[in-house]
Every structure is written in C-alpha cells, then in structure tokens.
C-alpha cells in the first residue's frame, strides 16, 4: 500500500495538470476487463477460437505489412540500381588528346586493373597502394621511362593531381555531399573492431523476434535474404567501384605524366595552366594526299575544288610539295599534294615527313595496278613511326584509302554508276562484282583501314565523290584532335 502511495505522489509531482494521473486510472479498468475476459473464454471454452481468430487476423495484417513492405523493398532496390547506374557512368574518360598507342596503354590498364580487383576479395581500401604503385610501374615499362624517380615534393603533387581528378568523380556519386570523412572513418572502425559480433547480434535478435510469430518465420527468412542479398551486393558494387575509380585515375594520370602533358615539377596553378594550355581556334584541316605516281592525287584535288588548278597528267606530274586552299560546307581544307611515290628514298622520307604532320591523310591507290609494294613499304613505316617510344604520345592522323580509277577495271565499257557495293553476293553486274573483288584484295593489304571506291573521270559519271565528302566530315572531330595534339608537341620542342 505504501508503495502505491508513493507512486501516486510521483505522479502528481511530475504532472501538474493531472492528465497521466488520470490515464493510469483509466487503464486500471481495462487491465482487469482484460484479465477477467481471459479466465472468461477459458471457463466457457472459446479460448482455442480465441487464440484461432487472434492468430488469424495477426497473419493477415501480417500480410498486408509484408505486401507493403515488398513494395517498399522494390522501390529501394530499383532506386539502388539507378543509384549504382549513376555511379557505373562516372567511369574514366580517356583523353581526346591521347594517340592510338595510348589508348591501347589505356585499355590494357583498365583490364589489368579490374583483374587486380577481381583476385583481391578483400575490398580493403589499405591494399591500393601496392595497386597503384603497380599502375604506375605498368605505364613506364610501356613508355620506357624510368619508375617513379621524383623527389618528396613532386610525389606530393602527382598525388595532389591523382587526388583533384578523383574528387571529380566523387562528386558524380548519389549523396556525396552527405558522407562526412567522421562518419566514414567511424563506421570503418566499427566494422573492423566489432563488425561480426554486431552482425551475430543482430542476426540473434532477428531470429528471437521470429519466435513470438511462428506462422511468419518463413515470410521473415525470405525478407531477410532478400534484403540482406540487396545491401550486401550493392555495398560491395559500390567499394569496387569507389576502388576502380580511384585506380583508373591513377593510370590516368600516369599516362599523362609519362606522355609529357602532365609535369610533376611544374609550380603553375591549375588556372595558370589552363590559360596557356589553351589552342589557338583551328582555322583549317591540313590534309595530306599520298600514293603512287598517277594515283590521281591532283586529279582529286581539281574535283574537291570543282576547278581544275592541279596539273593532271599520264606522266609524274607534281614534282614538289603544292598546298590549295578550299572550302567544303563551310569548313577549310588545305589540301597537300605531293610528288607521287617513285620507289626513290628520298622520295618516300619526304612523304613520312609530310604525312606524320598532317591531320588527316587521303592515299590514292590504283585499282588498275596489282603492284602495292611502295604503298605497303610506306605504310609500315608510318605505323612504325607511331610505335617508337618518343612517339607513343603523338596522334596518328586518320587515313582514308581510296581506290581510285575503279572504272577503268575490266569490262571497261561497262559504266553505269552508282553501284550497290554493300553486298556482293547481291551484285549482279560485271564490274560490281570485279570493284568488290578489287576492294577485298586492297583490303587486306591495309587490314582495318577505310577503304572507298573512287572514279573521277574527266568525261564520265563520277562515282564515291560524295561517299568520301561524308568520310571526311565524319573524321574531321579526330583531325582537329590530331592538329591539337601536334601543335602540342611543337610547343614542347
């Protein structure tokens, strides 16, 4: 009695409106209609269909719940995937600015990288270190540089750069801005310290929760699985993923460093370098024109212009270097034509030369001659050129092979273009079938290269005139790349 005393005094005390007071007296009724209705049931023996009807409509609300909450799930797991796709299409550009021989760095790298990460099933952040520095060394091997000879201070700014690009990703993840570093770090203690004891705990309390609802421990398991498969995939996705990043800026960076663009003993600030980084507006495509003798390389030039300026003739008729300016749909082309390939050395080195410094390149073969073996000899020398270590950061100019005079090839009184030369086994004319077969040969001469037909007769329909236009405006982004990537280079020397 005296204990209820005292606890009806406390409640006065902490209530001086009286409302809790008058509750707890409220529910001394209920408490004994609740305990009297039990002995009730069990005297007149409704107590089994009591406890039926309870269990019954406690499964169906249950239900209810595990319906609303399976949406719920689905919603969240549909939201993750976009969250993940997000984050999926932060990936590591490469660089425009990056030559042929570095993309393919580039490509091995990613490769190498996602192997590493694969073997390594830890997803310890710790770990990437060893990762990175194996980055770098893969990338200087490539470049035949030495491995990692910087002082103290130029390390720190080459992680200062790795850092900066990594940040950019960063910021493409879902709620970024609200991962402080205190949480991170305080949930990685926490995981490490105690992370399989809170995760036993937590997987007993689920389980003794399920004992006070026998009819739903199934449905539980499931929900359980499930949204322990959802977490559990999407935090490792997103490790590897943040792991990723962080090392394809790596090999980023160390292309760039390796390749010249990036200096580690440049004091310069960002803006400052980006302002003088900045190229002077391209004016005009440089296109040089290169094959045989009487390829037709001038006669090309004529019909771009629609005028004829270019000497044409059965004989050698450029016999040095000649440029023409002209427009086509409003953009400039200086247009290079050269004295054709004669089988002398000097000859061909002036070619390379002229070739390693154009934009783009047009090569005017013969479908007449069988006989490749200049064209062939030059080729290799260009790809060659492109393979040497000094030059692994020079832009190959995009080459468009032409297969000039494709009308003169047998039965030459046969001339009704345009043919249809997209499937063979659909062309029934004589000269389709003898220009495909031409194509084909020339093909694998220059395996993987564009290859077009080409007829400019001075007295018959023309033929691929527009075909190459297209070719040109569709590789024009990469020659503008290219003229950069040059220009660049001349400012280095």
């Given at each position: 009695?005296?204990?209820?005393?005292?606890f009806?005094?406390l409640?006065?005390?902490?209530?001086?409106t009286?409302?809790?007071?008058l509750?707890?007296?409220?529910?001394?009724?209920?408490?004994?209609?609740?305990?009297?209705?039990i002995?009730?049931l069990?005297d007149e023996g409704?107590?089994?269909?009591?406890?039926v009807?309870t269990?019954?409509?406690n499964?169906?609300?249950?239900?209810?719940?595990l319906?609303?909450?399976?949406?719920?799930?689905?919603?969240?797991?549909e939201?993750?995937?976009?969250?993940?796709?997000?984050?999926n299409?932060?990936?590591?550009?490469?660089?425009?600015?990056?030559?042929d021989q570095?993309?393919i760095?580039?490509n091995?790298?990613?490769a190498?990288?996602?192997?590493?990460?694969?073997q390594?099933?830890?997803?310890?952040?710790?770990?990437?270190?060893e990762?990175?520095l194996?980055?770098?060394?893969?990338?200087?091997?490539?470049?035949?540089?030495?491995?990692?000879?910087f002082s103290?201070?130029?390390?720190?700014?080459?992680s200062?750069?790795v850092?900066r690009?990594?940040?950019l990703?960063?910021?493409?993840i879902?709620?970024?801005?609200e991962?402080?570093l205190?949480?991170?770090?305080?949930a990685?203690n926490l995981?490490?310290?105690h992370?399989?004891?809170?995760a036993?705990?937590y997987?007993?309390?689920t389980?003794?929760r399920?004992?006070?609802s026998?009819?739903t421990?199934?449905m539980?398991?499931?929900?359980?699985?499930?949204?322990?498969?959802?977490f559990?995939?999407?935090a490792?996705?997103?490790t590897k993923?943040?792991?990723?990043l962080l090392?394809e800026?790596?090999?980023s960076?160390?292309?760039?460093?390796?390749?010249?663009?990036f200096s580690?003993?440049?004091?310069?600030?960002?803006?400052?370098?980006?302002e003088a980084a900045?190229?002077?507006?391209?004016?005009?495509?440089?296109?040089?024109l290169?094959?045989?003798t009487?390829a037709?390389?001038?006669?090309?030039?004529?019909?771009?212009?629609?005028?004829t300026?270019a000497?044409v003739s059965?004989l050698?008729s450029?016999?040095?270097?000649?440029?023409y300016?002209t427009?086509i749909?409003?953009q400039k082309?200086h247009?290079?034509?050269?004295?054709?390939?004669d089988g002398?050395?000097?000859?061909?080195?002036?070619?390379?030369?002229e070739m390693?410094?154009?934009d783009l390149v047009?090569?005017?073969l013969?479908?007449?001659?069988?006989?490749k073996?200049?064209?062939?000899?030059?080729f290799n020398?260009f790809?060659?050129?492109y393979?040497?270590?000094n030059?692994?950061?020079?832009?190959?100019?995009?080459?468009?092979?032409?297969l000039?005079?494709v009308?003169q090839l047998?039965p030459?009184?046969?001339w009704?273009p345009?043919?249809?030369?997209?499937?063979?086994?659909?062309?029934e004319?004589?000269?389709?079938k003898i220009i495909?077969?031409?194509?084909?040969?020339?093909?694998?001469?220059?395996?993987d290269q564009?290859?077009?037909p080409?007829a400019?007769?001075t007295e018959?329909t023309?033929f691929g005139?527009?075909v190459?236009?297209?070719t040109?405006?569709?590789?024009?982004?990469?020659a503008k790349?290219?003229?950069?990537?040059?220009l660049?280079h001349?400012?280095?020397k």
């Open positions: 009695m005296q204990k209820i005393k005292l009806f005094k409640l006065v005390q902490l209530s001086p009286g409302i809790p007071v509750l707890c007296v409220s529910l001394l009724p209920l408490i004994g209609m609740f305990i009297a209705g002995f009730y069990i409704y107590w089994l269909s009591f406890i009807i269990l019954a409509l499964t169906v609300a249950y239900l209810v719940f319906k609303a909450r399976s949406v719920e799930n689905k919603e969240t797991e939201n993750t995937k976009a969250h993940l796709e997000d984050l299409a932060s990936n590591v550009q490469p660089s425009k600015d990056w030559s570095e993309l760095i580039w091995n790298g990613k190498n990288i996602q192997q590493r990460l694969k390594d099933q830890t997803f310890d952040f710790a770990t990437l270190y990762h990175g194996n980055v770098f060394h893969t990338v200087a091997e490539e470049f035949n540089k030495p491995v990692l000879k103290i201070t130029e390390s720190l700014k080459l200062e750069e850092t690009r990594y940040r990703q960063i910021e493409k879902p709620f970024h801005h991962i402080t205190d949480r991170v770090y305080g990685y995981y490490q310290n992370g399989s004891t809170i036993k705990a997987q007993a309390f389980y003794a399920m004992l006070f026998p009819a421990i199934p539980n398991l499931a929900m359980k699985a499930q949204k322990d498969r959802i559990s995939s999407v490792d996705e997103i993923k943040l792991q990723s090392l800026e790596c090999l960076v160390a292309i760039d460093l390796y390749g010249g663009r580690v003993s440049d004091d310069a600030d960002i803006d400052t370098k980006d900045k190229a002077e507006p391209i004016e005009h495509v440089r296109v040089v290169v094959g045989q009487g037709g390389k001038s006669q090309l030039i004529n019909t771009l212009k629609e005028e300026i000497e059965a050698p450029t016999s040095e270097k000649k440029m300016s427009f749909n409003e082309f247009l290079i034509d050269l004295q054709g390939l002398n050395e000097k000859t061909q080195k002036a070619m390379l030369t390693v410094n154009a047009v090569w005017m013969k479908a007449n001659q069988s006989s073996q200049l064209d062939t000899n030059l020398e790809n060659a050129y393979e040497q270590n030059n692994i950061s020079r832009q190959k100019p995009p080459v468009i092979f032409m000039n005079h009308d047998s030459t009184s046969e009704s345009p043919y249809d030369l997209s499937d063979a086994a659909l062309n004319t004589a000269k389709g495909n077969a031409a194509l084909e040969y020339n093909a694998s001469l220059f395996p564009t290859l077009l080409l400019i007769p018959r023309k005139v527009d190459l236009l297209k040109l405006f569709e590789q024009l982004d990469k790349n290219t003229q950069l990537n040059r660049r001349k400012t280095k």
